[in-house]
C-alpha cells in the first residue's frame, strides 16, 4: 500500500532518473516497482489513492482448530495412515463420514509437514558427494563398464567388458562373452593388471553399481591384486561418464556392423579392430588429438607440431 505522498516522492525520483538519461524499466527495478504500476500512476490523477483493500476475507466454512485436529488424527490413523488423501475421502464415505475435500486434506496435511510418502521407508541418510579422483600419469586410474552387442538370437546379446585408463584414454583390457559375471571381470582384470605391471595400491579402478562390479568374486580379485574400488553414488547416471563415452565413440563409428553379430569369434573379431583404431589411429580430442597409445606412453612430448 502506498499513499499520495509516496507515490508523489517515487514519481518524481523515477522522472528525476529518466532526464538523466536512465530508462523507465531500470530506475522502476531499482526502487522494487514494476514499470507498469508507475504507468498507472501517471494515468491517475494527483488526488488517487490506492484502492486496494486491507480486508482479509475468512470462508464461512474455515475449518476450526478442532475440526483440523481431527482431519490429521483421523489420516494418522491406523487405518490411513498408509493411504494417500485421494484414498482417505472415499473410504470415509463409505463409513458415511465427511470430515472435508481431498483438496482440504492435500492442503492441510501439506502445512502440517505430511505431504511425503505415506509409508513405513527407511529414515533419510545425509550423503555427501566423494573426494574427487585425478590421474596425472598413466595407470593410475581406471574406469571399466559393460555393454552389449546385438546377436543374431532375439533377446539374447554379447557382453563387452571394457578396461580404460582414464588419463591416456588407452584401451587397456577388453573381452567379449557370453553372459555377464563377476568372475568372468576378474580374469579380465587379472590379465590387465600382469600385462601393465600393476603394483599394490597403484590403480583405481572405478565402475557403477552394477552386479558384475560389486560381485563378491570381483571384490576379492580387487583385494588380492591390491586395486582400489570406486563405485559410482547411488542414483546418479553420470558418475562413470569415461567408459559411457567410449561406448558411444565405438557405436557411432560408420564401421559399426549394421547387422547382429553370428557367434562369439565374430564379435571378438570386430571389438579386436576396433580396440586397435581406437587406440592407435584415433586423434582423442581429449587429449590434444594425440591417439590414446602415444599419450599411454608418453610418446605425445615428442611430437613437434608446426605453427601455422
Same mark, same amino acid.
Given at each position: 500500500m502506498t499513499s499520495a505522498e509516496q507515490r508523489a516522492t517515487l514519481k518524481a525520483l523515477i522522472d528525476e532518473a529518466i532526464a538523466a538519461g536512465a530508462r523507465q524499466a531500470r530506475a522502476c527495478a531499482m526502487l522494487g516497482l514494476s514499470a507498469r504500476t508507475v504507468q498507472r500512476w501517471? =494515468?491517475? =490523477? $494527483?488526488?488517487?489513492?490506492? =484502492?486496494?483493500?486491507?480486508?482479509?476475507?475468512?470462508?464461512?466454512?474455515?475449518?476450526?482448530?478442532?475440526?483440523?485436529?481431527?482431519?490429521?488424527?483421523?489420516?494418522? #490413523?491406523? !487405518?490411513?495412515?498408509?493411504?494417500?488423501?485421494?484414498?482417505?475421502?472415499?473410504?470415509l464415505a463409505d463409513q458415511q463420514r465427511y470430515i472435508a475435500s481431498e483438496s482440504t486434506f492435500y492442503r492441510v496435511l501439506r502445512?502440517?509437514?505430511?505431504? +511425503?510418502?505415506?509409508?513405513? *521407508?527407511?529414515?533419510?541418510?545425509?550423503?555427501?558427494?566423494?573426494? +574427487?579422483?585425478?590421474?596425472?600419469?598413466?595407470?593410475?586410474?581406471?574406469?571399466?563398464d559393460i555393454t552389449y552387442l546385438p546377436a543374431t538370437i532375439r533377446g539374447q546379446f554379447f557382453y563387452l567388458y571394457l578396461f580404460l585408463d582414464v588419463f591416456s584414454r588407452k584401451i587397456v583390457g577388453w573381452q567379449v562373452y557370453a553372459e555377464e559375471s563377476s568372475a568372468l571381470?576378474? *580374469?579380465?582384470?587379472?590379465?590387465?593388471?600382469?600385462? !601393465? #605391471?600393476?603394483?599394490? *595400491?597403484?590403480?583405481?579402478?572405478?565402475?557403477?553399481?552394477?552386479? $558384475? @562390479?560389486?560381485? +563378491?568374486? @570381483?571384490? +576379492?580379485?580387487?583385494?588380492?591384486?591390491?586395486?582400489?574400488?570406486?563405485? #559410482?553414488? $547411488?542414483g546418479v547416471s553420470n558418475d562413470n561418464p569415461y567408459s559411457e563415452s567410449l561406448f558411444k565413440?565405438?557405436?557411432?563409428?560408420?564401421?559399426? $556392423?549394421?547387422?547382429?553379430f553370428d557367434t562369439l569369434f565374430a564379435a571378438r573379431t570386430w571389438v579386436g579392430a576396433l580396440v586397435r583404431w581406437y587406440n592407435e589411429e584415433h586423434r582423442h580430442s581429449a587429449i590434444r588429438f594425440v591417439t590414446p597409445a602415444q599419450r599411454h606412453a608418453n610418446r605425445e612430448r615428442q611430437l613437434s607440431w608446426p605453427v601455422l
Open positions: 501517471q =494515468g491517475a =490523477g $494527483p488526488e488517487a489513492v490506492d =484502492g486496494r483493500t486491507l480486508r482479509r476475507h475468512e470462508p464461512a466454512h474455515k475449518l476450526s482448530a478442532d475440526e483440523r485436529a481431527e482431519l490429521l488424527a483421523v489420516a494418522n #490413523s491406523a !487405518e490411513f495412515a498408509h493411504l494417500p488423501p485421494s484414498q482417505i475421502v472415499p473410504r502445512e502440517a509437514n505430511q505431504l +511425503a510418502h505415506r509409508r513405513s *521407508e527407511r529414515p533419510t541418510r545425509a550423503r555427501s558427494k566423494p573426494r +574427487a579422483v585425478c590421474a596425472d600419469a598413466p595407470n593410475q586410474l581406471y574406469s571399466w571381470a576378474s *580374469e579380465v582384470l587379472r590379465d590387465l593388471c600382469a600385462r !601393465e #605391471s600393476i603394483q599394490p *595400491e597403484q590403480v583405481i579402478l572405478h565402475s557403477d553399481n552394477g552386479g $558384475p @562390479m560389486k560381485g +563378491a568374486t @570381483m571384490l +576379492a580379485t580387487l583385494q588380492a591384486l591390491g586395486v582400489m574400488p570406486s563405485l #559410482s553414488r $547411488p565413440t565405438l557405436k557411432y563409428r560408420p564401421a559399426y $556392423p549394421l547387422k547382429a
